[in-house]
């Protein structure tokens, strides 16, 4: 069964600081890996994906993950973190099916 | 942003009523999915569709029931609400028939409060 950790329900960072979230995951095939961030009374918006095709993964506003087997991991990263970034950020594992499984979410704080 | 509406947006109901959710989709994609979102769970999968009138138990699905009758609606029914049907529901989609990673794309949500 596929499943996914997110270590860290709260993140807090100031602005201009690297952000690192982290998301590992269980999968017994290939997994694909996706990013979706939350903002406040909104759905979710998908950042990124892994597919296979590269282990480092760019996403919109300038996230981005890096997948390790060797370490089941698909932590997202952002070298400087802005005050717009702050809302939840969900990491999701799907083996190519019809579902993903998301993990608990991680809600990142930036102080000014 | 994918064509996904959900309706209502807020409802607040009383325990022991019949609640619906409606997902609309614009996009004509196959699969829809019914998730719930709870703080410390992140989001649930409460019931899926894979086709018209196809449809699927997810995580969470006791106490709910859905239908999908039409490629771009599907329904999502609380049969006798509870308190703790209390909760954000979305509504998502998806289309792996693309080529696409199985990536889904979300509808708003509908905050459901049952009193």
């Known amino acids: 069964a596929q499943s996914v950790t997110q270590l860290g329900s709260h993140v807090s960072v100031s602005e201009g600081a690297l952000v690192l979230l982290r998301c590992n995951y269980s999968?017994?095939?290939?997994?694909?890996l996706f990013w979706y961030v939350q903002y406040p009374n909104q759905g979710l918006q998908l950042l990124l994906k892994?597919?296979?095709?590269?282990?480092l993964v760019k996403g919109i506003n300038g996230f981005e993950a890096e997948f390790k087997k060797s370490e089941t991991s698909f932590h997202l990263t952002k070298p400087s973190a802005h005050m717009s970034d702050a809302a939840e950020y969900f990491c999701?594992?799907?083996?190519?099916?019809?579902?993903?499984?998301f993990g608990t979410g991680t809600r990142l704080q930036v102080f000014p | 942003d994918a064509g996904i509406t959900q309706s209502p947006r807020h409802k607040v109901t009383e325990t022991g009523t019949p609640v619906t959710l409606r997902c609309h989709q614009t996009?004509?994609?196959?699969?829809m999915y019914w998730y719930r979102q709870d703080p410390g769970h992140g989001l649930r999968l409460i019931h899926y569709?894979?086709?018209?009138?196809?449809?699927d138990k997810g995580e969470v699905s006791d106490g709910y029931s859905v239908s999908r009758s039409k490629t771009e609606d599907f329904l999502l029914t609380l049969e006798s609400a509870t308190s703790s049907q209390t909760s954000v529901y979305f509504c998502?989609?998806?289309?792996?028939?693309?080529?696409?990673?199985?990536?889904?794309?979300f509808g708003p949500g509908t905050r459901l409060t049952v009193l």
């Open positions: 999968s017994s095939v290939p997994p694909y």
């Open positions: 569709s894979y086709g018209v009138k196809d449809t």
């Open positions: 996009e004509n994609h196959r699969y």
């Open positions: 999701a594992v799907s083996d190519n099916t019809d579902k993903l499984i």
């Open positions: 998502a989609i998806s289309d792996r028939t693309s080529g696409g990673a199985g990536e889904q794309f």
């Open positions: 892994y597919t296979s095709a590269a282990t």
